[in-house]
């Protein structure tokens, strides 16, 4: 599997940005479909963008769409989230995750995970 770890999280006012990376280590970046997950207290996992191996097809979730973006860099092995227009709801720990399925449509379907970054956004 690929080790990841995440950063750019951090205290942004609502209406603000951050962007996240995530970095890939130990295996072939590219193989793996990517995603961001998050998890609030209380609330179940949820995914909030992926993105194919190649880049070709991106996911949002409802919640996020028209505000978040994902990219990859594969020369780079890196995952990146740009979130704009940040809500309090937004407020979570943030993870990105490899899969070695095509759209990562489920948590299940990923087999590595990075220890999260915490991203808090304040009214």
């Known amino acids: 599997q690929v080790q990841l770890v995440e950063s750019g999280g951090g205290l942004v006012q609502a209406g603000g940005s951050l962007r996240l990376s995530c970095s890939g280590f130990?295996?072939?970046?590219?193989?793996?479909?990517m995603g961001w997950f998050r998890q609030a207290p209380g609330k179940e996992r949820e995914r909030v963008a992926s993105?194919?191996?190649?880049?070709?097809?991106?996911y949002y979730a409802d919640s996020v769409k028209g505000r978040f973006t994902i990219s990859r860099d594969n020369a780079k092995s890196t995952l990146s989230l740009q979130m704009n227009s940040l809500k309090p709801e937004d407020t979570a720990v943030y993870y990105c995750?490899?899969?070695?399925?095509?759209?990562?449509?489920?948590?299940?379907?990923?087999?590595?995970w990075g220890q999260g970054t915490q991203v808090t956004v304040s009214s």
């Open positions: 995750a490899a899969s070695r399925s095509y759209y990562g449509e489920k948590s299940a379907m990923y087999e590595s």
């Open positions: 130990g295996r072939t970046f590219s193989n793996y479909a």
């Open positions: 993105i194919t191996w190649n880049g070709d097809y991106t």
